[in-house]
Each structure stands twice: as structure tokens, then as C-alpha cells.
């Protein structure tokens, strides 16, 4: 492919998320079908059989959910309580009620739902308002905590023991409480829900449930971001079955405050769709075979899954993006073509960590069947303008013609490596139909 042709391919996809970002001011978003160009449209509903109904100026487009790799942008999750489901999933929510089994909650989205304990990781209770910082919270409660349930407190201590539950207001009570048994006492600490900034469970209570059975993952409105096996319009709000057969349901579109995005119907609470498809394979799901990077200097930094390279998600011109490759100049990430695969794309751009600052080249590499040996050749077959903070995604999207490896390659431009956050955004390879 050449410069030329590689920059047309880029600056296309510039004009198409624009016109995403203006085409009736937010009620139509950008489809990315496996086959063919991106298009904008609208979520009209999603069929028992996980067809996904989508609305354009000029009629209804209906498409097979093996067909479509993602319809939507993800948003930043609001500052309520951060749910973190076992399966990977996210719940925006107030916890209302806690006890040793179940976990009781609800929002202006979510109707008062009760969860097994079991399927529920963690919570952050008080997401902090830096988004990095967020980002480190999140991982901190998911790592492994052994047999305790542990409580974050807000001058940095921790309490670990067994978790009795959250004692709510009552007339001996002025303030929420959680109840934890900790030291061999005989009586549980009480200590104030405004004191505790996070909770993380017993992990060998937890139990991740079964996902087979599951279509897609879905992005709401508020920024919840659930693992669905079906979804469907019930009393005029959404009935959505989790991993597990779990349900959750919101609230009827009548009954939600306006100004939060529900005046045209339940499902405009959906912002993101992306199917479980086997037409679709996120370099995240695979290993490499190589990683290499050159210190500019003296540090070497290396590549994050679904994380930029300081750690935080990946967010880019404000954008927050779940799937995606950190990597830092400069840097090569090789991998090997999944059988089948006969294309490759990817969203590139610089980190919002890097606030404004850096400025690196993506350059996509093949291998062909017989090159492979010690010092093979490589081909460069598509590369991105000079990228610097601040700037829109621009994407890469190339045939594979039979390639047997995959390199993405990152090269500082003008500025050395200074604040070089190179991402990667749902970088995937694609399947022709069978």
C-alpha cells in the first residue's frame, strides 16, 4: 500500500467520524460492519435472535450480530459507585443495601436490583475525579486478596476480615455503616460508609459465571458496560440478562428524569453494541510471538493490553475506547495471523495522558509464509501521518494477502520520545464470511 493510498484510507475515516460526531447532534453513531465501509445510523432495537435493527436517513438497516464488529463509542463511566461484576462487566449504581449474600442496588438508570454476592468483584465507592488515578483504583481492588474481604479506607489504611454488610440509617444510626469482622474479635468493627473510598470480596467466594451463552457486550448511557445473553423491551424499559442468567432492568423511559438522553425510548439507554462474533479477533485475546522496544534513553516501557502505557484505559480526544494496545516509541509488537483472518484494522492516536505532547508514526508491517526464519523479511504496508496529542483517531485498514505475521510498529517523530503514549484502539483481525 502506498503513502498516498494509506493517507486517502486515514483521512477518510477522519470525515466518517465527523459526520458521526454532527449527523443529528448525537442521535446517530458510527456501525463498523465486517464487510464494507462504516456508516452512521441509530439503534432502532436488537431482535431475539441478536439481529441489530439500526435507523438511517434513508431506512432501516437490519444486521446479523456476526456481522457487525461494534456500533457506537463507549462513554466515560458517571461519578456514582463503580460495580465490578466477576464476568468483567461494569455496573454504574448506589449500593442501597449490602449484606454477607446479596448486594442491593439501584440509579436514575437501574431499577433496585439484587445481586448474589458471588458474581460481584468489587466496588469503588468514591471514583476519584482524575482519570488515571480512577484507572489505578480499579486494578488495585481487582488484585487478588486471598480469603478476606478487604475495606480502602480514606487515610490510605485497609481492614480485612469478613465482611458482615452495610448497616443502612436508622434511629440508633445517623450514617451508613459497614460491619466487618476483622482480629478475632468477638464483635465487628463498625466503621462509616464516607470513611471507605473501596470494598474488594473474598475472591474465592466469587464465582465467574458461565459465558457461553453470551451474544455481546453493551454500553449504557451511564457508562455501565454489562456482558449480555439477551435484551429486550419490557413496561417500556430494558430487561437485560447477564452472564448467569442474571437480570437487570431499567427503568421505564417515562419514568427517568428528562436531559438524560431517554426521550425517544428504551433503547437510546444502549450507546455501544459489540457482538461476540468469531468473524472478529481482538489482538487482546492472543499473545504475541515478539515485543522489542528501543529506550530513547534509558527506560524501557512495555505494552499494556487494553491499558496505555501508564496503566490508565485507553482515551483518546476525549474519547474513552475498552479494547486497544498501549505502546510506548520505539516499539514493535508482532503477532501471528489467526487462520482465516484476510484483514487487519485498527484505530491509532495519542494517549489524553499525554496531555497534548508527543508525536509518533504507526506503521503496520507483514510477513509473509516463508520469510519467517531468523532475519526475515518484513513489509511495510501502511503507515499514519506524524500523530500528536490531541488529535483525532485516524485508522489503518489493510488486506493481509496471505500473510503469516503482523507487526504494529511505533517511531517517535519530532520530539524525541517525550510523552510518546501510542495507542492502539480496537485493533482487530476479520474473518471473510463463510
Not at 385 to 396: I, N, W, Y
Request: charged content about 20%; some cysteine.
Amino acid at each position: 500500500m502506498s503513502a498516498t493510498r494509506t493517507f486517502v484510507c486515514v483521512s477518510l475515516w477522519v470525515l466518517i467520524a465527523a459526520l458521526s460526531d454532527s449527523w443529528l447532534l448525537g442521535q446517530g453513531s458510527l456501525a463498523s460492519p465486517v464487510d464494507g465501509e462504516p456508516f452512521v445510523a441509530e439503534l432502532h432495537s436488537i431482535s431475539s435472535d441478536w439481529k441489530v435493527h439500526l435507523r438511517q436517513p434513508t431506512g432501516q438497516r437490519v444486521m446479523a450480530s456476526a456481522d457487525l464488529i461494534r456500533w457506537g463509542t463507549p462513554r466515560v463511566p458517571r461519578n456514582y459507585p463503580h460495580i465490578l461484576l466477576a464476568d468483567g462487566g461494569l455496573l454504574i449504581a448506589q449500593v442501597v443495601q449490602l449484606t454477607g449474600d446479596h448486594l442491593v442496588v439501584s440509579s436514575d438508570l437501574w431499577q433496585e436490583t439484587l445481586l448474589p454476592l458471588e458474581v460481584v468483584r468489587a466496588i469503588l465507592l468514591k471514583p476519584p475525579s482524575d482519570p488515571l488515578q480512577r484507572d489505578r483504583w480499579l486494578d488495585r481492588i481487582q488484585r487478588p486478596t486471598g480469603k478476606r474481604d478487604t475495606l480502602y479506607l480514606k487515610n490510605q489504611d485497609k481492614v480485612q476480615g469478613v465482611l458482615v454488610g452495610l448497616a443502612a440509617i436508622s434511629p440508633q444510626r445517623r450514617e451508613p455503616t459497614f460491619q466487618i469482622r476483622s482480629g478475632g474479635r468477638s464483635n465487628p468493627l463498625t466503621i462509616p460508609l464516607k470513611n471507605v473510598i473501596a470494598v474488594s470480596f473474598n475472591e474465592t467466594l466469587v464465582r465467574k459465571p458461565p459465558m457461553d451463552k453470551v451474544q455481546a457486550e453493551v454500553g449504557f448511557r451511564d457508562g455501565s458496560w454489562l456482558h449480555l445473553q439477551q435484551v429486550s423491551v419490557v413496561d417500556q424499559g430494558l430487561e437485560c440478562e447477564l452472564a448467569g442468567a442474571i437480570r437487570i432492568k431499567t427503568h421505564s423511559s417515562q419514568q427517568q428524569p428528562v436531559g438524560q438522553g431517554n426521550e425517544s425510548g428504551p433503547w437510546q439507554q444502549i450507546n455501544v453494541i459489540r457482538p461476540r462474533t468469531e468473524r472478529v479477533v481482538y489482538l487482546g485475546d492472543l499473545q504475541p510471538v515478539d515485543y522489542k522496544h528501543i529506550p530513547f534513553l534509558d527506560i524501557k516501557w512495555p505494552f499494556h493490553v487494553d491499558r496505555n502505557v501508564l496503566g490508565g484505559q485507553l482515551r483518546v480526544a476525549e474519547r474513552w475506547y475498552r479494547k486497544g494496545i498501549g505502546m510506548h516509541s520505539t516499539a514493535r509488537l508482532a503477532y501471528n495471523v489467526p487462520e482465516g483472518c484476510d484483514r487487519f484494522q485498527a484505530e491509532v492516536g495519542i494517549d489524553d495522558q499525554a496531555q497534548l505532547q508527543g508525536s509518533v508514526v504507526f506503521s503496520l508491517y507483514l510477513q509473509q509464509v516463508g520469510d519467517d526464519l531468523p532475519g526475515g523479511r518484513w513489509q511495510r504496508v501502511a503507515a499514519s501521518p506524524v500523530m500528536r496529542g490531541g488529535q483525532a483517531v485516524q485508522k489503518l485498514d489493510i488486506r493481509l494477502m496471505g500473510a503469516k505475521r503482523l507487526a504494529l510498529v511505533v517511531e517517535c517523530a519530532d520530539q524525541g520520545d517525550q510523552r510518546d503514549l501510542a495507542n492502539w484502539l480496537n485493533p482487530c483481525f476479520l474473518r471473510a464470511a463463510p
